[in-house]
């Protein structure tokens, strides 16, 4: 374990912190009531966390090489343009099928990925509970 702690750069840091923030910041937009300043102003941010965690991850790299999750972060500026387009347009529904859709591939899903044994947060979470 003391090895992989080295293992976890600032980036790698700085990007599951913000990814984190996205989840629960989304959550709370999820949660209030839709077209209130509150869910603006928590939209837009999440929409800039969700930017940062895109870029960062081009930071991040196994064994020196992009993988299958970068896509997503070449995918994902375009879908939350897309969001905000809708939101902008009035196109309520659109506007929500696109940013739940981000919320649940981006966050959910992709975090869930990330827990896999195989990966450096499954290690060290796996093996902080003693499963590995």
């Not at 991040?60 to 897309?82: E, K, N, T, Y």
């Not at 591939?105 to 590995?132: D, N, Q, Y």
């Amino acid at each position: 374990m003391r090895g992989m702690a080295a293992a976890f750069t600032p980036v790698i840091v700085v990007h599951t912190a913000a990814a984190l923030g996205a989840v629960v910041l989304g959550a709370v937009m999820f949660a209030a009531p839709k077209g209130t300043t509150i869910h603006r102003v928590s939209g837009r941010s999440w929409v800039a966390v969700m930017l940062f965690v895109a870029i960062s991850s081009f930071w991040i790299r196994s064994d020196g090489r992009f993988s299958w999750v970068h896509i997503l972060s070449v995918v994902l500026p375009f879908l939350l343009a897309m969001g905000v387009w809708f939101a902008a347009t009035h196109r309520v529904s659109a506007h929500r099928k696109t940013m739940i859709g981000v919320y649940l591939g981006a966050l959910v899903i992709t975090g869930a990925f990330t827990l896999l044994p195989e990966r450096l947060l499954g290690r060290f979470v796996w093996g902080k509970l003693g499963l590995l």
